[in-house]
């Protein structure tokens, strides 16, 4: 499929800049551009500028001596507290740093307080957490230097920005960039060593609470928007050249088709577009997704064929909002409505050794059976086994299953068109840091290398995650009866509505809407009718019925 996506992009021969200006005159600092390379391959002449997507173009100045603001993660709350306080972000350049909540949410709540500009920053107390001196950090952990910078796209939709809720083919009408619902204030990323030279001058009130301040050691992580009086005549400049251009993005889609029922779809998809070198983000989940394909082209040959036709998909534009993945999905919604049984995800397989699969409550069962098939990626003798492991460290007495959030290629699927999905990666172990992400993420530091030697040596996780894969494939294509966890559903919804009641939220649902009182019934209603269900499958599985 071929899809004309609205992108924006740096230009590479006219980087984005932070820079600092004293009472004279003179530019006393200039932010990096792109990572420092540390060792042999890091460079290359190609490698993309750090830049957020959809951030436009623009150039935003502080008053001398103030107009910049430190807003801890960018949060409603955290912009609720400086206004609290008597911080106005009005006609400042807000700074955060990452984490909490999604960068376009950061940009979008700094736009609506009034700010100009913003800055973003990777945190060491994040993604530095055991030192930021060389050996700390990359090459020789997986920690982040401090020149890293997170790229990422700001849009708080997804697909092209310019025909929203249908799809970007060639001919399709499109929205004009005024009626795009896109940022309207430049935003750039930054590494954690820039950060520091510019908080550093930062004066105003100091942070509230030991909550607002990061890992900079040293650092009074000031609210401004003040700067310090021995800088008083300086202004900080944000200068951003991102260009809005279209480009033609292509998603790449093969299929066995099924030899019993071809027209039931079991599908498993991956982006292959990324921020830089992109060896965890998508590159781990792209090789698992051809060695999973290898498999079954080997079995094949061998004189296998599924009960249905499972279809590998390659998505593009993924980074700049599930375009990819979205605009197919809008294009085929009836028939993938009407055909698909699962669909799973495995963006990033290996950013971590543990294993971690949201989704559909109607694939938790089946997904916790295969996990007890395949041998562990560290030292358990199964998957399963490390899972059960790393709950018990936490003080948990099962494994938890969790429902799908947002950010990767299951979310129209799901949300569009209401297909049971499976979001399958090893992420980091919160026993040992609890962090938002993996440090490298999005960054120039996102190489093969570090995949190679901090994040899974002897590539088990990867082999972990295509075994895992392949199997729960074949669960869905080849078993005669769909084995969904019918009974998770139901039991899942009950649960979402009662923690409502726990938080005392269950008057706020009533206002909203009249018959809540019926949803409860109805769901309780949905338990039942499951239950009695799965019970008649169970039984003529047996023979109990004729």
């Known amino acids: 499929m071929v899809l004309d996506a609205s992108c924006s992009h740096d230009l590479t021969h006219n980087p984005n800049l932070i820079t600092l200006v004293d009472g004279s005159g003179g530019v006393v600092f200039t932010s990096n551009y792109k990572e420092k390379p540390l060792r042999d ?7 993309v500028h750090a830049f957020n997507g959809y951030a436009p173009a623009g150039s935003v100045s502080s008053e001398a001596g103030r107009g910049v603001v430190y807003v801890n993660f960018g949060r409603v709350e955290d912009f609720d507290k400086l206004e609290e306080l008597g911080v106005n972000v009005s006609g400042c350049i807000a700074i955060a740093r990452y984490g909490k909540i999604f960068r376009g949410n950061k940009l979008l709540h700094a736009q609506e307080r009034g700010a100009k500009g913003m800055i973003l920053f990777s945190d060491p107390g994040d993604v530095a957490q055991e ?3 060389d050996d700390d950090v990359y090459p020789y952990t997986w920690w982040l230097p401090g020149t890293g910078m997170q790229r990422g796209t700001t849009y ?65 992580y000031n609210l401004g928007p003040e700067l310090l009086d021995e800088y008083s005549g300086y202004t900080l400049h944000l200068d951003t050249h991102n260009t809005f251009q279209q480009y033609t993005s292509y998603n790449v889609i093969g299929t066995i088709k099924g030899e019993v029922e071809p027209d039931r779809y079991v599908l498993i998809g991956n982006h292959r577009d990324a921020w830089g070198f992109g060896a965890s983000d998508p590159s ?18 061998d004189g296998w064929r599924p009960r249905r036709t499972l279809v590998f998909c390659s998505w593009g534009a993924e980074e700049y909002g599930l375009i990819g993945s979205t605009e197919w999905v809008e294009e085929h919604v009836e028939k993938l409505q009407e055909r698909s049984v699962m669909y799973l995800n495995t963006d990033t ?32 003798p199964t998957v399963y086994d490390e899972l059960k492991d790393y709950y018990t460290a936490m003080n948990k007495t099962s494994i938890e299953m969790t429902t799908l959030g947002s950010g990767s290629d299951y979310a129209p699927f ?17 026993n040992k840091n609890e962090i938002s992400i993996y440090p490298s993420y999005h960054t120039g ?29 074949r669960f869905f294509a080849d078993s005669a009866l769909i084995p969904y966890s019918l009974e998770q559903l139901p039991k899942t919804i009950k649960e979402g509505i009662d923690s409502f009641k726990k938080n005392g939220k269950r008057d706020e649902l009533i206002k909203i809407y009249e018959n809540y009182a019926l949803l409860e019934e109805s769901i309780d209603s949905f338990i039942d009718a499951a239950k009695t269900f799965s019970q008649d499958l169970k039984n003529k599985e047996m023979g109990k019925i004729e």
């Open 414 to 430: 799901s949300f569009y068109c209401g297909i049971p999905c499976l979001d399958l990666w090893f992420r980091r172990d919160k």
């Open 445 to 473: 530091y996102e190489t093969f290398y570090m995949v190679d030697h901090n994040v899974d040596p002897g590539f088990r996780i990867h082999q972990g995650c295509s075994r895992l894969a392949s199997l729960m494939l």
């Open 131 to 133: 030192g930021v001196a």
């Open 284 to 301: 781990s989940g792209t090789a698992q997704i051809l060695e999973t394909a290898r498999v079954m082209g080997q079995l094949m040959a």
């Open 41 to 47: 391959g890091d460079d290359d002449p190609d490698f």
């Open 349 to 380: 397989c290996a950013s971590g050794p543990i294993l971690h699969v949201p989704g559909s409550p109607l694939l938790w069962d089946a997904i916790t059976d295969i996990t007890k098939m395949v041998p562990g990626v560290r030292q358990g």
């Open 156 to 220: 708080m939709g997804s697909g092209d920005p310019l025909t929203p809720g249908w799809s970007s083919t060639a001919n399709a009408y499109r929205l004009t960039m005024e009626d795009a619902d896109l940022p309207k204030i430049p935003c750039q990323p930054i590494g954690y060593d820039d950060a520091r030279v510019i908080l550093e001058k930062m004066g105003g009130m100091a942070a509230p609470d030991e909550a607002w301040k990061g890992g900079l050691d040293g650092l009074a």
